[in-house]
């Protein structure tokens, strides 16, 4: 199921989607994939090490860009420029869709009639789509490996996919 559409990822999703091995969903769901530079550098160059960094640093498939200036700059005083960037570049890209996880940066590319997903979206879109048997097992492990989750979103997501106790 490829929407023939553009997703533009933040680093914590890369991060989460690394740890529980399905980074390749993005390219199963959507024909463009964009890594921001600042997104880029602060995984695979300051993050050296850390969780996710390794695998996103093979990434081949993925576009990394620079967003403009121009529209990066006012964003930059309300998010971090991993953040601003992602929605400096949906707001340039036509259709492009968000993968952010952090609420404000959310709440601000909501504001500016941004689309938007979350790791957790892109968990149900996989199972939805057939590339995914169950969540819950990736739930759990990005929960080991401290990534926040709350709770009414894990339910709600578990409930709409089926998977509710």
Request: net charge negative; no cysteine; aromatic share 4%.
């Amino acid at each position: 199921m490829n929407e023939k559409s553009t997703i533009i990822a933040d680093s914590s999703p890369l991060i989460s989607l690394a740890l529980i091995n399905r980074l390749q969903l993005l390219t199963q769901l959507y024909s463009n994939v964009i890594i921001p530079s600042a997104v880029w550098d602060e995984i695979t160059v300051k993050g050296r090490g850390l969780a996710g960094a390794y695998e996103v640093g093979l990434i081949k498939w993925a576009e990394i860009r620079n967003a403009e200036m121009s529209v990066l700059q006012p964003l930059t005083i309300l998010l971090d420029r991993g953040e601003s960037e992602v929605i400096a570049l949906a707001l340039t890209i036509p259709d492009a869709v968000a993968l952010l996880d952090d609420s404000r940066a959310r709440r601000i590319a909501e504001r500016l009639n941004i689309k938007r997903i979350g790791t957790l979206g892109l968990l149900r879109r996989g199972k939805k789509s057939g590339l995914i048997d169950k969540i819950r097992p990736y739930i759990e492990v990005l929960q080991a490996n401290h990534i926040y989750i709350s709770y009414e979103l894990i339910e709600a997501v578990l409930e709409d996919v089926g998977e509710k106790d």
